[in-house]
């Protein structure tokens, strides 16, 4: 399994204000993905990102709110810009299992709180 | 469309009691099938998974789950919870069809009483 540390663990932010939250994980791995958890909610998938190309944003995800960066196979980052109090959430960072479809490894996750 | 459904939003059960939690599908395909727990303030840790085989897989922390086709479903058991037991449980599912992606079932917390 691959270890994930997510930075910030938590932030409260200000309305109108962007944050950037980092994915460092210990091993080479070729795609990412990043989850909002909102409160009380299960996890929603945002984007998967892949090293050397644009991430892919599912449906009602768009980059300028989500600009996400995976400038190697052991890094992404995740923006969530012009925050609201509708942002407020958990943001996972996961990567998928070595040869194994669909099981992903996920981080502890950044607590966003938006006032 | 794809959905994955867990009936229960709370469950309440007594420590050493047993435990079990529902996890629906409905997709054409047998899809791979994982069962995640989210304790208090942590991440998501991966409990077990179904690709194919034989239908009941054991897990980590004592948890097994059964693969049944015709009901379209994927409960999860504990026969003795213990109190660390109290926590988020996500039941989730991959169809190849839909690019391997892994979607969600809303969710069942299960507490657990002294």
């Known amino acids: 399994s691959a270890v994930i540390s997510q930075k910030p663990s938590r932030d409260i932010c200000q309305r109108g204000t962007s944050l950037t939250i980092q994915c460092q994980v210990d091993?080479?791995?070729?795609?990412m993905f990043w989850y909002r958890q909102q409160p009380g909610q299960s996890l929603t998938l945002i984007a998967t990102a892949n090293q050397g190309s644009e991430a892919t944003y599912e449906s009602g995800f768009v980059i300028d709110k989500f600009p996400i960066s995976r400038p190697n196979l052991t890094f992404s980052t995740l923006t969530v810009s012009n925050m609201s109090p509708e942002d407020s959430s958990i943001y996972l960072c996961?990567?998928?299992?070595?040869?194994?479809?669909?099981?992903?490894?996920f981080g502890e996750g950044s607590r966003l709180t938006v006032l | 469309a794809q959905s994955v459904t867990q009936p229960d939003i709370h469950i309440t059960v007594s420590e050493g009691a047993s435990l079990e939690l529902r996890c629906n599908y409905s997709?054409?395909?047998?899809?791979?099938l994982f069962w995640y727990v989210q304790s208090p303030g942590q991440g998501l840790q991966l409990l077990l998974k179904y690709f194919s085989g034989d239908t009941l897989v054991q897990g980590i922390k004592g948890f097994e789950a059964e693969f049944k086709r015709s009901q379209s479903s994927f409960n999860l058991r504990k026969p003795s919870v213990h109190w660390s037991d109290a926590a988020e449980y996500f039941c989730?599912?991959?169809?190849?069809?839909?690019?391997?992606?892994?979607?969600f079932g809303g969710g069942t917390r299960v507490l657990v009483k002294p």
């Open positions: 997709y054409g395909a047998t899809p791979y």
């Open positions: 996961s990567v998928s299992g070595q040869g194994v479809t669909g099981e992903l490894f």
């Open positions: 091993s080479q791995v070729t795609m």
């Open positions: 989730a599912v991959v169809i190849k069809a839909a690019g391997n992606k892994l979607t």
